[in-house]
């Protein structure tokens, strides 16, 4: 029982690992029919990880071991939030250790290793993509957890499972004002926490402009291909939940594919129809987010449901 | 025997005190003496208070008076010995330490002395958790706040520790001032100042009273607390003291103005007013979220862990708050969970707060500076108290599976438990103050990747951190014990929890281990419902479990193989010049929250030929302390300007004296009957 359990979860995990790149290679290639190109392969990102994995790497002569422990701890911190979140079913095996808290919290492990890694080879590249990185994250932080709270006190449950549960016991009286408003909310930060455009830019490598590119510039081989899988394993997580939980309904196997393709999609428009803000305009976009996931909070107290 | 037990560790403080000075001719042998007392009062202390604590059991020991008022009876129960036993742990680490951290001021300073204060001060901080009577109790506060003065301007030669060391005697004083103000109206009212009799009369009184005495504890003891905007004293007190003190001050001596507020507000005020936690809440999310604010644009590396106790304090406001209104709603429970939220991170910030000054005293002792801008590369010379300060950084950014992030996790759970209740300002007021909490937090990791990243790693930047030499095996051990505490507190919290049961059992005659607790030991609970759950020590051993992935990955195609070569820096040689520094660092927050920090820039750049050749570039930049201007300043003028006028009366001749004191003797024969 406790082990066909720990199966599942184990399956879950893989699955996500085994998806993620995928994910990745359809934004793209959207992206590039977007631009009238005709893009590489959605399978292209398995061919880089696999590629970046038979590669020797190059390490600065500076780094110390933090640079050393990074790459696991993205790993391992983005694996254990894959254990915790409900993907292809509503209840999840090892649930019970941590709620929607955790989940954005073992976020910010990673994100407080990658940036001690890009402060840590000594270029200015890092240490200004780090700088850039913490604050974009200390403003998404709390609109994120302002709007799982609204959802977490419309479910009456900050544990995924629950909360999925609830939301879709709630059938269509789910679709309230407040909910509408946490998902726009939601979107923003997801799209702050993947590293996309408005908030950055995927695509460059060397502009004054890059956040997340920047804190793993040093990084090259395998230990890329670790930062690069746990990235985009983070960006899957961060999908899932906005479908499942902005979606609550027939959360299986068949119909989890198509959630994420839709909003593969979505991002992909985003991406395509906006232009990049400028850096010092971008609290600007996350104070809406926080400032809608406020109304949200507000609407559900007055008006309930 | 557990009194006695209880009562020796007071008796080994004394007699380190005194040998400390005794010795003080020959520094090694009052350094052995005084530490070594020191030490073994706080293990026993340490032991005797875990042990009580753990069988509930409270102990209650009678002295005689030898002044009127003052029969001296110390009760040790719940809510004193579990802050006994954080205050003897943080002194056993701190202890340790100091066996080598006072060599530094071998032939400098009189490290007898400082064996003396050292003693004092931890007794006088015992003693306070121990009175059980208001006239004793305001001794020892006050034996605590002197002794900690003399501490602070311990480096008396230099002129910013004699400042930092008015300043915080001038604002304690006002602090204590009230507290003695409330006691003295409760005494009216009792006519006595055993704290048995607070209790019993206390709840009995009038509501505006019972909110005045309120208000002058909130304001006396948070002084000490240092909340916002009470706290310019202690980003000046606690960065000048030795770095030892800098741990205990910040780590214990302010918590023992949470101990106090807690005693009086709970039992003696019998906290039934709403508004009184809604304070406290407001208050506490103005402090967390300010104190890391400010803590993000300071550079001292001292100073910015003195705001970050401000922010802490804060956190433990929050659940204090929450606590206060869910007893005013009378949600037992609630209540009990909130408490232990706040409780808990009292404990926890003493661990990681104490570890990461020692830490800081580490450093200054091997590069002599405070200022992180002239550090760095540290990581490669001094790898141990990199680590330590690491897993400090890791808990205070409350990052998981370390303490940090379990107790305020358990305040989010107590914030959001508010948002269930049926007051409607309170469930919107309670999640945003969760969402403050959430910002505040951020915040926190954003500026301990400052404080690590700038301080540890990269090239040093100046002589004193190339020459920098890792910390003697003493230091490495107080700061270790430290490290482990912040790990097993995060890992295995339900032990701690089970120990806070009895805390509230004693305070609030609620015991909710059972509900918190989940089958098997494993994980906790908000009390109501399964509304969410945690459980650390799953999320460690999964993160340990996920271990051999990435190693696995690594090794798949091909033996791991590594070169090693300089950092791509377009093209140039890369110097510590061109490393990212600290102000840089934190500029865009302070872009962002312009409006807050009032940045003063300036820039003066003087050119051998324009405009292209520079010859020099001076860049400032200077940020407004709202408070010290807009508020204590204008009261310091008024103070001068009154002073001004008083003068008048002293006109230096002794004859308008005796006169003076002439009049007062009829005015008191007249009224004084």
Request: glycine residues 6%; hydrophobic residues 55%.
């Amino acid at each position: 029982m406790i082990l066909t359990k720990i199966l599942l979860g184990l399956l879950q995990i893989v699955f996500l690992m085994a998806l993620a790149p995928l994910v990745q290679g359809i934004i793209k290639k959207i992206k590039a029919l977007f631009q009238s190109r005709r893009g590489p392969s959605i399978f292209q990102s398995y061919f880089d990880l696999i590629k970046f994995l038979k590669k020797d790497q190059v390490v600065s002569e500076q780094a110390s071991w933090i640079f050393h422990i990074t790459p696991y701890i993205c790993m391992i911190s983005v694996l254990t939030v894959g254990a915790l979140v409900p993907v292809i079913g509503v209840s999840v095996p090892l649930g019970f250790a941590g709620d929607a808290l955790v989940v954005v919290y073992l976020f910010a492990v990673m994100r407080f290793f990658m940036a001690l890694a890009g402060l840590d080879t000594g270029s200015a590249f890092g240490g200004m993509a780090s700088s850039r990185e913490m604050m974009v994250a200390s403003l998404a932080e709390p609109a994120l957890l302002l709007s799982l709270f609204t959802l977490a006190l419309t479910a009456g449950s900050l544990n995924l499972s629950g909360m999925v549960q609830k939301l879709a016991d709630l059938k269509i009286a789910v679709i309230s004002p407040s909910y509408l408003l946490v998902f726009v909310a939601f979107v923003m930060v997801v799209l702050a926490e993947t590293g996309r455009i408005p908030v950055d830019n995927p695509t460059t490598h060397l502009e004054l402009t890059m956040i997340h590119e920047g804190m793993i510039l040093e990084y090259s081989g395998r230990y890329l291909a670790l930062m690069e899988w746990s990235a985009w394993i983070k960006q899957l997580i961060l999908f899932t939940l906005l479908a499942n939980l902005f979606a609550p309904w027939e959360i299986h196997l068949l119909w989890y594919p198509p959630k994420i393709l839709v909003l593969a999609i979505l991002v992909a428009c985003i991406e395509s129809s906006v232009a990049k803000l400028r850096l010092f305009r971008i609290p600007d976009l996350l104070a809406v987010s926080t400032a809608l996931s406020i109304l949200a909070l507000i609407t559900l107290v007055l008006k309930g449901l | 025997m557990q009194s006695f037990l209880l009562i020796l560790p007071l008796f080994l403080y004394l007699a380190g005190a005194i040998s400390s000075l005794w010795f003080s001719a020959r520094p090694s042998k009052s350094v052995r003496w005084a530490f070594g007392c020191a030490l073994g009062a706080s293990f026993l202390s340490f032991l005797t208070s875990l042990s009580l604590l753990i069988s509930g059991t409270s102990l209650r020991v009678s002295f005689p008076g030898f002044l009127p008022y003052t029969r001296f009876e110390i009760l040790a129960d719940g809510l004193s010995n579990y802050f006994i036993g954080i205050i003897s742990l943080l002194a056993c680490a701190t202890t340790l330490f100091s066996f080598a951290y006072v060599r530094e001021y071998f032939g400098r300073k009189s490290v007898g002395f400082l064996g003396f204060s050292y003693n004092i001060f931890l007794l006088s901080m015992i003693l306070v958790t121990l009175a059980n009577n208001a006239l004793m109790f305001i001794i020892f506060w006050e034996l605590m706040t002197v002794i900690s003065y003399f501490l602070v301007i311990f480096e008396d030669t230099q002129e910013e520790a004699r400042r930092a060391g008015f300043i915080y005697l001038v604002m304690t004083h006002v602090g204590s001032a009230l507290i003695l103000v409330t006691f003295f109206i409760f005494f009216q009212f009792t006519n006595s100042f055993d704290f048995d009799d607070f209790r019993q009369t206390g709840p009995t009184l009038s509501v505006i009273l019972r909110s005045l005495l309120f208000l002058l504890t909130f304001i006396g003891f948070g002084t000490k607390a240092g909340i916002i905007p009470l706290h310019v004293w202690l980003p000046h007190a606690h960065p000048s003291a030795p770095s030892n003190i800098s741990a205990l001050m910040s780590g214990v001596m302010i918590k023992t103005a949470i101990y106090a507020f807690i005693r009086v507000v709970y039992s003696f005020l019998g906290a039934d007013q709403l508004w009184w936690g809604l304070v406290v809440l407001m208050i506490g999310a103005l402090s967390a979220l300010l104190g890391v604010m400010y803590a993000l644009m300071e550079h001292d590396l001292k100073r910015l862990l003195a705001y970050h106790s401000i922010e802490n304090i804060g956190i433990i406001s929050m659940g204090i708050g929450m606590a206060l209104i869910f007893l005013s709603l009378k949600h037992y429970p609630l209540a009990a969970l909130a408490t232990i939220a706040g409780l808990y991170h009292v404990m926890n910030h003493a661990m990681f707060k104490g570890l990461l000054f020692l830490c800081s005293g580490s450093i200054l002792q091997a590069t002599h500076t405070r200022n992180i801008e002239d550090l760095g590369g540290l990581i490669k010379k001094m790898p141990w108290t990199a680590f330590y300060f690491l897993i400090g950084s890791v808990s205070i950014s409350a990052l998981p599976p370390f303490n940090g992030f379990v107790s305020e996790w358990l305040t989010y759970q107590s914030l959001l438990s508010g948002g269930m209740l049926s007051s409607v300002p309170i469930k919107v007021i309670a999640p945003l103050v969760g969402a403050i909490l959430a910002l505040t937090g951020a915040l926190a990791a954003t500026c301990f990747v400052k404080a690590f990243g700038i301080t540890f790693l990269a090239l040093p930047r100046s002589e004193h951190a190339r020459k920098a030499q890792e910390a003697p095996p003493a230091m490495k051990m107080g700061m270790g014990l430290l490290a482990l505490m912040c790990g097993v507190s995060g890992v295995l919290p339900t032990f701690f929890i089970s120990l806070l049961d009895h805390v509230t059992v004693s305070l609030l005659n609620t015991s909710v281990s059972e509900k918190m607790i989940y089958p098997a030991g494993l994980a906790l609970i908000p009390v109501e419902s399964r509304f969410s759950s945690l459980s650390t020590t799953t999320l460690a051993l999964l993160l340990l479990a996920f271990l051999p992935v990435p190693w696995i990955l690594i090794r798949l195609f091909r033996p791991f193989r590594q070169r090693i070569h300089e950092t791509w820096n377009c093209g140039i040689k890369l110097n510590p010049r061109m490393e990212y520094t600290a102000t840089a660092f934190s500029n865009p927050i302070q872009m962002v929250f312009k409006k807050l920090y009032q940045p003063r820039e300036e820039v003066r750049i003087s050119y051998l030929k324009k405009p292209y050749f520079l010859k020099s570039l001076v860049y400032q930049s200077h940020i407004t302390s709202i408070f010290e201007e807009r508020l204590y300043r204008p009261i310091q003028q008024a103070i001068l300007r009154l002073s001004h006028r008083v003068r008048t009366m002293q006109t230096g001749s002794i004859h308008t004296y005796l006169a003076y004191i002439f009049m007062t003797l009829i005015l008191l024969l007249i009224f004084a009957r």
